[in-house]
C-alpha cells in the first residue's frame, strides 16, 4: 500500500500532496484499483484513460501486443495500407497502440459497452491519433462489423486483435476483491468454462479476415481445473472445427499460455 500511495502522489499529485490526495489514499484503502484512482494508465508508452471505468489494460496484454507490433513493423511496408480490427476494444488501449506504433491505414475499435465507446473516442484523441485512421463501432462481436466502401481494395482485415472475456464463471472465486468490486464483470467472465466468447469469435473471424490476414487472441493462461479443461487445448479443438489452416500459441512475460496467432 504504501508503495501505491508514494506512485499516486508522484503520478497524480506531483509530490505535493493536498486534501484531495488524502481522499485518493482512502479510495486506495478501500481496494480501488490504483490506476482508476490516479486516472490513467501507460500501455505501450501511449497513456490510456480510465475516466469511464473500462477494465484497466493488463502487463500480460501489453506483453504480446508489444510482440504483434514488432513483427507488424519489422515487414517490408511496415503494416502501411493496412487494415485491423481491435475487437472487446475496451479502452482502445490496443487500438491506440497499434496505430501509433505502426504504419497501419485504418483500425476500427469495436466493444459492446457504451461506456468503452465513449473510452476509446477519449484516447484516440488523447492520443492524438488521425481521425481518418480510426473507426470506433458499437458491436456484440461481429454483428455490427461491416466493409468501409471508401477504400478502393478488398473488404477484410489484415489484422484482427481480440482480448475478449474469457475467465470462467466457475473460477470467480480467485479473481482478486477489488477486481470484482471495481471492473466491469462484463469484460471479464465469458460463460462457465470462460469460452462463450471465444467460441463466438473463432465461429466468425474467418468471414472478416483478408485471405494472408492473421488473428491475434488473449485467453485464460490459468492450468485449468477438475471442473473446466485448461483453455489452450479447448481453443485448439475449437480452431481445427472452424478449419483454421494455421496457428501457434505464445507464453507471456510470467510463462504461462497467453495468446494464440492464427492465420
Known sequence: MEKEIKWLLKEKYFNKPSKQFYKDVERLKAGEPLDYVIGFTEFLKCKIDLSKRPLVPRPETEFWVGKVIENIVSLEDGGRGK?????????????????AKTGILLCDMADSDKNAIAQIKINCKLNKINSKRYRIIKSDVFKNIKGNPALNHAEGYDFIFANPPYIPVTRKSKVQKSVLKFEPKKALFGGSDGLFYIRKFLKDAKNHLRPEGKIFMEFDGSAGSPQVPPQKKQIEKIIRKYNYKNYEFHKDQYNKWRWVSIG
Do not use: E, K, P, Y
Open 83 to 99: 487494415r485491423c480490427l481491435d475487437l472487446f476494444s475496451g479502452s482502445g488501449c490496443v487500438g491506440v497502440a497499434v496505430l
